[in-house]
Structures are given as C-alpha cells and as structure tokens.
C-alpha cells in the first residue's frame, strides 16, 4: 500500500476542497456509507484497555465511540482517526459487522479488530492517522465557518 497515495485519494474523493467543516466532513462521510453515522463519547472507553475510539458497524448505522478527554483537539483526533478508517475502506464487507457490540459476549471477530488497533505500527494505523492528519487541518483551516462540531465537543 502507498500510504500517501492512498491519503490523498481519500481527500480527493472528499470533494470537499482544501478547507471545511466538521460538519461537511460528517455529511461526506454519511454520504459515503449511505447510512446513518453517530459520533458517541463513551467515558469507560480507554479506562483499563488504552483504547481511544473505535468504529462500530450493524445492519442500519455506523457508530463510533470515543474515550472521555478535557482536551478538544484530543477528540477530534479520536474521531477523525476513525472517520479516516472509513475513507480508506479499512472494514468494507462484513469483517467489521457487530451485532451486539456493547454486550459483555462481543463477537470474536470484533474483539480481534479491536486488538488490532493497539498496533500502531501497521500500514492501516498509519494510514488512518496520516489522514486524520490532514482532515484536521482542513478543519482548523475553517475555524471561521458555523459548524456542529462545537456542539458535538463541546
């Protein structure tokens, strides 16, 4: 995988421009997956597993949950690292599919994906991050614009 390629592919497909929203970007990416998409903060997250955020899919919506932080820019970065996994396509098809992800008896298949995150030397790791990267500075590029993102963050 060519990582930048692959990055500024994602970007381009965006036709978002150089600069937007948080909310451009939301609506980009609902449009992507044509499916209702739900950005939840979930304060047990990260808690004993270290893990910051994670991307959940079902049959009807995308949900992605992330870790408490005080720190603005902390959560974006959880967020964008996973609105970026699914820019790359990372969990296209069924392997990323959870049923009923909160219960205790979470799906073999999904508790292997979310170990897997914790190696963040890996091409896909990379990859979401570089392009986490990138989304947030288009979105620091629009600190001026009205977005939903405050509400969301607070």
Known sequence: MNIEQAVTTAITDLALGRVFTFDDLLGAVRQ????????????ELGAH?????VWLTNEVEDVILHAHTDSVLHRQQFVLH????????HCDGDECSVADALLPDIPSRTRARLLKRQDL?????????????????SIRGSVFAESRYSEIFG
Request: with cysteine.
């Open 32 to 43: 992507r997956r044509r499916r209702r998409l739900r950005v939840v903060e979930l304060s």
């Open 49 to 53: 597993d270290g893990v910051c955020a």
């Open 82 to 89: 996973e609105f970026a996994h699914v820019l790359l396509g």
């Open 121 to 137: 030397d890996t091409e896909t790791e990379i990859a979401a991050e570089s392009l986490a990267d990138r989304l947030a500075a």
